[in-house]
């Protein structure tokens, strides 16, 4: 079989990062998460002070940051200019500055130039919001991965309650929902189901139903593709 390019995309709470790690693994394939590099860089943003609605600071900011995505005993590890923070940018704020910095058109574009670079030679997994859209159109296979917006909140909320955040469960339904609509609306990138790309509704199903379903679809793709 081919090394793929397999693109999943879908809106927040979706369940895209748990499939793209678990389908990496059941194919021996390298997962990138283009979302903590956005929330890399909000990090920074935050940490520097810089304001989340300067276009050309954000860029410039993009530009001289070094994100590295490390596997390390089994599970993700992300580093920022060499420091590990893995569990810093899975906070709240953090999380509510990456979605405000990802429609900038101006560091989107630093970005998705990192994101193709790491995975123009396939045998790669990558998740986000326009990564069958964008990034990598001519991926082999696209996901488009989808659940009702209440599931997608219990699922961030239960995250949320796991590490100790105390947040309530009715406003992370309304978080979600501003969140699709900024996603949706945004100028550059908006989240679109790229036209050929499959769509995964996981309202009803278990995290390892949907990866075995994803993992089904590479290997018809890759027998496909073989010469």
Known sequence: M???IIAIDGP??????????????????????????????????LRRQISLDDPAQLASLARETRIDLRAEDGTQRV??????????IR???????ASQIAVVPELRRVLVAEQRRAGERGGVVMEGRDIGSVV?????????????????????????QQKGDAIDIARTLEEVRERDRRDRERSASPL???????LVDSTAMEPDEVARLVVLLAKERGSGLAP
């Open 91 to 97: 906070t709240p704020e953090v999380a509510q500055a």
């Open 192 to 198: 679109v189901r790229a036209h050929d790309a499959i």
């Open 136 to 160: 990598f159109p001519d991926a082999q296979l696209k996901i488009f991965l989808t659940a009702s917006p209440e599931i997608r909140a219990e699922r961030r909320w239960r995250e949320h």
């Open 12 to 45: 927040v709470g979706s369940g895209k990062s748990t499939l793209a790690r678990r389908v990496a693994a059941l194919l021996g394939y390298t997962y990138i998460d283009t979302g903590a590099m956005y929330r890399s860089v909000a990090l920074k943003a």
């Open 2 to 4: 081919p090394n793929l």
């Open 79 to 88: 580093f920022l200019d060499g420091e590990d923070v893995t569990v810093a």
